[in-house]
């Protein structure tokens, strides 16, 4: 899904990207080795360890950053990244957490 997606997308190299609700991380492998960006995987169901493992496993822990939190909650500086994705997961906190994201990345 995050292929045909991707085809639209202008990402860089060195952007820093905010994949939301990232599961188990394969959207931010793909991320990462496709456009070579730094990645911030969040998810609030599958821990950062396990995450992290993964990433590692792909030689991709120096891109991927794996962290544990709630979308509703993150804690990130307004204007932090360059873009956010969130594939098969906004409908869990979407409408909750618009104004929270939009100070993200504004």
């Not at 939301?20 to 169901?45: E, H, M, P, R």
């Not at 396990?50 to 307004?78: K, V």
């Amino acid at each position: 899904m995050l292929k045909e997606l991707s085809k639209n997308l202008t990402l860089q190299k060195g952007m820093r990207v905010l994949d939301l609700g990232c599961g188990t991380g394969l959207t931010s492998i793909y991320l990462a080795q496709k456009f070579d960006i730094t990645v911030f995987a969040v998810d609030l169901w599958i821990s950062a360890t396990e995450n992290y493992r993964r990433f590692r496993e792909f030689g991709l822990e120096s891109q991927i950053i794996p962290i544990h939190a709630d979308a509703c909650h993150l804690p990130f500086a307004e204007q932090y990244f360059d873009a956010v994705i969130s594939v098969d997961m906004y409908q869990y906190f979407g409408a909750k957490s618009s104004p929270v994201l939009w100070g993200v990345i504004r």
